[in-house]
C-alpha cells in the first residue's frame, strides 16, 4: 500500500482528495495546521497537527511516515485578500512551499503533487488558455503560486529523481456527493458559497462584483469544476509519477466558462428562491475571462470529467449548505 502524505488535507479541496485516496487503497496521513481545516473532514486515514513552516514537525512525520509521494495543499487562496497582504501570500504559499519541498529532499521523497492555479495566467490572450500560455499573474496570488512552480521547475531540472506534477485548478466548487464534507470556511468569498449563502438567509444580499467587463453579460467568465472531479485528477497524477511518469502541468477545468449572472441564475432556480442580488464595483485583482482548456490532462492522464454540469455542482453545494446550516 502506497503512503502518501497530504498537506491541509482537512480543507475544502484536500479532504475531497483525501477521501477518493482512501477509496482508492492508499495509506494517508493528513498534515494540517486547522487554520481553515476540520478535522471532522478527514474521512480517511490520520490527521497530524502541524504547520508546513514548522521544519521540526515536518522532519518528525517524514520520519516515521516515510512517504512515497507529497500532495501539497496546504496555502492561502483568497485573491482579494492577497492583493491587501501579499507578504501573507508569499509566506504561506511560496515560503512555505520552499520549506516543505527542503524537508522532502533531505528525506529523498521525490514525487510531489502541487496545487496550482489558473490565476497564474492572468488576463490570458486566448480563450480557453492552454499550458502553454505565458505566465503573467495579476494578483500576489497568482503570483505566489507561479513562484512555487518555478521552484519545481528548477528542482526537477537540478534533480532527475524528483517528479513532480502541478494542477493548475480553475473555480472549484460543489460538494462531496454523498454530502459528507464540502466547503466549510468561516468566511467564505467564492461566489457559489456566498450565493448559497445569501439564499440559506446567512447574507442578505449577494454583492455582484463587476458589470463592466467586456463580457457578453458585462460580469467576470469562470470555468467552474466539481471538486469531486478535481480529486481524481489529483489520483491520476499520483497514479502516473508512481508509476514513474515525468513531471507536467495540467489545467483542471472543464473548458466552458459562465458568467457571474449565470451563475447566480443557476443559484436561484436549485435553491427556489429568489435571493437579492446588488450590482458593486470590481473587485480588485478579478480577471475578466478564465476558462480552461483541459485536453492535455485529458488525453495525457486519462481524466475524464463525471460531473460537467453547473446544475449539479450548485446542487451538491447545496444540499452540503442546507446540512451545515442545519435548514
Ligand atoms: N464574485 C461576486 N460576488 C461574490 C463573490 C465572487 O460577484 O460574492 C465574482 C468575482 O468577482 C469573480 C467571480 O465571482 O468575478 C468568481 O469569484 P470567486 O471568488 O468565486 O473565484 P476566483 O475566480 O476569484 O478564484
Redesign the pocket.
Known sequence: MKKILVTGGAGYIGSHVVKALGEQGYEVLVFDNLSTGNEWAVLSGRLVQGDVADRGALDRVLTEFRPDAVIHFAASIV?SESVAEPLKYYRNNTATALNLLEALQAHGVNRFIFSSTA?VYGIPEKIPVNEQSPLLPINPYGTSKMMTELLLRDLALANPLFRYVALRYF?VAGADGGNRIGQAYKNP????T?ALKTASGTYPA?????TDYATPDG??I?DYIHVDDLASAHVLALESLLAGGESALFNCGYGRGYS?REVVDVAKKITGVDFTVIEEER?EG?PPA?VADSSLIQSTLGWKPKHDDLEYIVGTAWAWEQKITGK
Request: charged share 20%.
Open positions: 485573491v490565476a473555480n468569498t467564492h461566489l457559489i456566498r449577494l454583492q455582484l462584483f463587476g460580469t467576470c469562470r457571474v473587485r478579478d478564465l
